[in-house]
């Protein structure tokens, strides 16, 4: 993940390796790590612009609802910023391990947009007032919030997070049998993926067909781009 940033060509090749895991006989489980110091910074704002979205956004979706079916355990390793389709994916794992200075949030409402997913998937992963709060301020929250919420596991302070991921690993999951694992993953992400998958086309439509086009999911892109304040018009 160049930079931090979240594109739709390196979302498709992360699910390649994914699937591959899947499909390995043995696979216990599948980490997913941000390049460098950051996790994720979020999708390219390019690919927020309106004429980019109708492609973009469909076709993550399908990426994280492959994440959600992954027949193995999960798990996102956090160091730095976890922003937007960024902590969407970490989302979509089912532990999400962070160094202690890691920070997360879903800041998209900053430039005229929503977290589709991240506004279904958080409030069943860290209970609706968070979600909502995370949703409609854009704040960024500490990896200490959200382990208060149970949404994070944080890591042993002075020690590298994907030493504590491997650690965790070891004493955790590699003693169990990897296929009784995979049929422990898929039963434990049952209730979360009934509630979550049918509302992922209603939230899809709702942002392609009604939100972008509307002026200031435009005016969110442009000023971004543009380096100065939105001049929002409320339509």
Known sequence: MRGGLLSLEMVRSSTRRWTACGRTPGCGGSPWKGADAEFSFGARIQEHAPDQMIRVLPATHAV????LALPVPTAAIVEGRCLGGGFELALCCDDILAAPKATFGLPEITVGA???LGALLLP???GASRAARAVVTGDTQTAEYWHQAGLVSVAAGGRPVLESAGDWFDQRLAGHSA???SHAARASRLVLRTQVEP???VV????LDELLRTHDAAEGVRAFVERRPPAWDDR
């Open 64 to 67: 994280m609802r492959r994440l």
């Open 114 to 116: 929503f977290p589709p």
């Open 124 to 126: 069943l992963r860290a």
């Open 179 to 181: 296929v009784a694992l």
């Open 199 to 201: 509302l992922i086309e």
């Open 204 to 207: 899809e439509r709702q942002y």
